[in-house]
């Protein structure tokens, strides 16, 4: 599923940059990581960005907790 399609990329680009350890974990360094380094047009994809940012943190935060 396309996540932007300003600068295109999809739910399984985002889930990889989340799990990449050199990308901080927020909404700026996220979407350039997706995006190839570009700013967002739009801006309708950051709510989504940021509620998968939250949920990895989450999941992150439990798995540790184990």
Same mark, same amino acid.
């Given at each position: #599923? !396309? &996540?932007? $399609?300003?600068?295109p990329? @999809?739910?399984?680009?985002?889930?990889?940059?989340?799990?990449?350890? @050199?990308?901080?974990?927020?909404?700026?360094? $996220? !979407?350039? +990581?997706?995006?190839?380094? /570009?700013?967002p047009?739009?801006g @309708?994809c &950051?709510?989504? &960005?940021r509620?998968? &940012?939250?949920?990895?943190? +989450? /999941?992150? #935060?439990?798995?540790?907790?184990?």
């Amino acid at each position: #599923m !396309y &996540i932007c $399609v300003c600068n295109p990329f @999809t739910d399984k680009d985002l889930d990889s940059a989340l799990k990449d350890d @050199t990308v901080k974990n927020n909404a700026s360094a $996220v !979407y350039k +990581a997706c995006s190839g380094g /570009e700013k967002p047009c739009c801006g @309708t994809c &950051i709510c989504e &960005i940021r509620e998968r &940012i939250n949920a990895h943190n +989450a /999941e992150a #935060m439990l798995l540790a907790a184990e």
